[in-house]
């Protein structure tokens, strides 16, 4: 029997406004190159300086990105808290306490194939949220028997946290990645369960800089331990850097995670 496949291109996370600008103008050609059927971006610095703002925000939206997810800088910028609470493609992590605004989740009808895309923050070396297990559990029950394929972009700093919680629910879930640590890993690989999993997708930044900051700012901030107002280099060769995940819609496993680095 032929597999019905469903494509997912997870995009790292996106450092400064110049990456954004040549991720807009990349996406299309990129979802035309990978046939991708959905395209899930981490956006929680894309905006000038780090954070996310609604003009930035509605930029990769209507570039071809269809979700945003986030992590620890979402509140930076001012006026997220309204625009995240009546925006469900931009989300924010789940394991925030209830009533913050916005949502750690969304069902995305994509292809006629409905997508549970969840997100939420590590707890190690990090801010002290809920259990991010548990956040996924519960994000899971409340939408049984609605979607087909899952997603879940952990955005934590330490990669046991990342691994463990890939572990914990291999088969349950299609696809998993880290983000946070800009770093792209070299495991991309389906996990025994059948969830395809990278511990980190990397960034969208330039190449010659420090986690897509200028290297001076990084260099003098740990050199003096004195404030350094960090900046984005301008004009740098530019990396996008993600996986690519191909699912099977009758099972929901994983079939292949392909990691990706081109430049853009």
Excluded at 135 to 157: P, Q, R, T, W
Excluded at 168 to 179: H, K, M, P
Excluded at 212 to 238: D, Q, S, W
Aim: some cysteine; charged content about 20%; proline content about 3%.
């Amino acid at each position: 029997l032929k597999v019905a496949e469903y494509r997912i291109l997870a995009i790292g996370d996106i450092v400064g406004a110049e990456s954004t600008d040549r991720v807009c103008r990349a996406v299309g050609r990129l979802r035309n190159e990978y046939r991708a059927d959905l395209v899930i971006a981490n956006g929680e610095n894309a905006a000038r300086g780090n954070g996310l703002d609604r003009v930035t925000a509605e930029s990769l939206l209507s570039s071809g990105i269809d979700v945003l997810t986030s992590g620890n800088h979402i509140w930076q910028k001012h006026g997220m808290q309204d625009y995240i609470d009546g925006n469900r493609f931009v989300l924010r992590p789940a394991n925030y306490p209830s009533g913050t605004p916005g949502k750690g989740f969304v069902v995305y009808d994509s292809c006629g194939i409905r997508v549970l895309v969840m997100n939420v923050l590590g707890t190690v070396f990090m801010e002290p949220l809920a259990c991010p297990f548990e956040a996924v559990e519960k994000m899971l029950a409340e939408n049984a028997g609605e979607y087909c394929i899952s997603f879940l972009d952990i955005h934590a700093e330490a990669t046991s946290e990342k691994l463990a919680l890939a572990y914990y629910f291999d088969g349950r879930i299609s696809a998993v990645c880290g983000t946070h640590t800009h770093v792209q890993t070299s495991d991309a690989r389906v996990l025994p369960g059948g969830t395809g999993y990278i511990t980190d997708l990397g960034m969208c930044g330039a190449e010659n800089s420090v986690l897509g900051v200028k290297k001076e700012c990084v260099i003098e901030r740990l050199r003096t331990h004195m404030p350094v107002r960090f900046e984005n280099p301008e004009g740098e060769a530019t990396f996008l850097e993600g996986a690519l995940y191909t699912c099977d819609t009758a099972t929901g496993k994983a079939l292949s995670v392909e990691a990706i680095r081109c430049r853009i």
